[in-house]
């Protein structure tokens, strides 16, 4: 069974940085994608980044390009999601999610999921 558990979220001031990490198991992810989405107060949750495990392959919304970094670490099996310069519309729980097929943005895509973490930007 894939278990997916967040960890890196919290407070912070807009401009400031903070880095997410995925804890993944259960499973060998060598031909997954791993995610990372986001979904604020009365919105749909919405594609962050991606990357693919076997090529590091990486996805961007456009809204973050720049600022945030996706990565993984074979060993460890982690994703981490580094955000930087981070605005107060990046204020959403973020979810770490796993999809078994292809490089793909829709949430309805993904297997398996994360319980999230918080991230607040204030102004």
């Known amino acids: 069974q894939v278990q997916l558990v967040e960890s890196g979220g919290g407070l912070v001031q807009a401009g400031g940085s903070l880095r997410l990490s995925c804890a993944a198991s259960g499973r060998t992810f060598t031909r997954y994608t791993l995610g990372w989405f986001r979904q604020a107060p009365g919105k749909e949750r919405e594609f962050v980044a991606a990357?693919?495990?076997?090529?590091?392959?990486?996805y961007y919304v456009d809204s973050v390009k720049g600022r945030f970094t996706i990565s993984r670490d074979n060993v460890k099996n982690m994703v981490y999601l580094q955000m930087n310069s981070l605005k107060p519309e990046d204020t959403a729980v973020y979810y770490c999610?796993?999809?078994?097929?292809?490089?793909?943005?829709?949430?309805?895509?993904?297997?398996?999921w994360g319980q999230g973490t918080q991230v607040t930007v204030s102004s």
């Open positions: 999610a796993a999809d078994a097929n292809g490089l793909r943005l829709r949430a309805a895509d993904y297997d398996y």
């Open positions: 990357i693919r495990w076997r090529s590091a392959t990486t």
